[in-house]
């Protein structure tokens, strides 16, 4: 299980956590790595990390010094962190506009801090870069470039495209900003063809109905119906891509919400030092995590595979261009998966 954890991290990357971010840490800094493709989650109540860590032990995290404890209560914090078995993995930094020189150093120089320690009194430009660099070293993105997102549970996901007078539905399995997984019944195969693009195709996404071309980069069976791997073509606007990256970000970020909902809140008292033999077994709040299937997780590999020749590359990062909007933390309601796609006929336009 160890072993498959370590594999996948080293595919996909692993979660960046900010605890406690203020509104210009968000806009100075969490945007601009969403905007690079950086798999970010932002937690307002730090008591939800520890169990949030041991669903995903390979995690970096980031916390606001400047904000909800007092210096000392972060440093035991972050110092039972570092010295807990169970979170070995977890590399910690932190960022600051507010502590005193004497307690700078004593986070600097008594905790391990590697995921770096920013100071960003006179502003981000020079963190940025930092931090950049230090993500870089820690293989914060893995072997991908995009953030993709598995689809099942996300009811506001569909899409369709009309030939002649019939309108074809198909259920979006995963998405990232440079393409997608369709699924398909196996019946419609018929109509699609390798390396074709698919002009118009619609695609709804939360509250949007967008248009975008995709090319059809591979169709793989999956049992009773098929997927199909699309790429967005290069004339792809910047606009619908950031649109899909901020729809990724704010679904993720519902998702992490819900289920830190669901687990045991930390109630160690940080005001003084924790010891770690202390730790009671009952806080363990793992659970087991579901595995992306086969066919699914070898679509997203083709996808990153042609990247690079379909798709402008970011002139900082590998990510796609594009701002966008901060995702906020709410509360969404699963759904079952949505039915097996149909072919419907299209309303006289």
């Known amino acids: 299980m160890e072993d498959n954890q370590a594999q996948k991290v080293e595919i996909y990357g692993k979660k960046v956590f900010f605890v406690c971010a203020t509104f210009t840490l968000n806009t100075n800094i969490v945007l601009r790595l969403m905007e690079q493709e950086y798999e970010i989650y932002k937690i307002d109540q730090y008591r939800q990390l520890k169990s949030l860590l041991i669903l995903n032990p390979q995690s970096i995290v980031y916390i606001n010094l400047d904000s909800q404890n007092t210096p000392n209560v972060w440093y035991n914090f972050i110092q039972y962190f570092e010295t807990e078995p169970r979170f070995k993995d977890v590399k910690f930094g932190a960022f600051t506009s507010k502590l005193k020189p004497a307690e700078k150093d004593r986070f600097t120089k008594s905790l391990r801090l590697e995921a770096g320690f920013y100071s960003v009194e006179k502003g981000f430009g020079e963190a940025m870069g930092d931090l950049m660099v230090r993500l870089e070293d820690l293989k914060a993105k893995g072997m991908r470039k995009f953030v993709r997102m598995n689809c099942q549970g996300v009811r506001s996901t569909e899409a369709f495209f009309l030939r002649g007078n019939m309108m074809y539905k198909m259920e979006v399995v995963d998405i990232s900003s440079i393409g997608m997984g369709l699924k398909i019944p196996l019946k419609y195969c018929q109509l699609f063809r390798i390396n074709t693009v698919i002009p118009g195709l619609n695609l709804v996404l939360g509250s949007k109905q967008l248009k975008v071309n995709a090319k059809i980069f591979g169709i793989k069976n999956i049992g009773d119906a098929a ?28 998702k992490l919400i819900n289920q830190a909902l669901s687990l045991n809140w930390d109630k160690t008292d940080y005001t003084t030092q924790v010891e770690v033999e202390e730790e009671k077994s009952s806080d363990d709040t793992s659970h087991p995590t579901s595995n992306e299937s086969e066919a699914t997780s070898e679509a997203a590999e083709m996808l990153e595979k042609s990247s690079d020749e379909n798709v402008p590359q970011n002139d900082q990062d590998d990510g796609a261009e594009g701002s966008q909007d901060a995702p906020e933390a709410s509360q969404n309601d699963s759904e079952e998966e949505p039915a097996p796609s149909e072919e419907t006929p299209a309303d006289n336009q």
């Open 227 to 254: 997927l199909l791997i699309m790429i967005f073509t290069p004339d792809t606007e910047d606009s619908f891509r950031s649109y899909v990256r901020s729809f990724i970000c704010e679904e993720m970020q519902k």
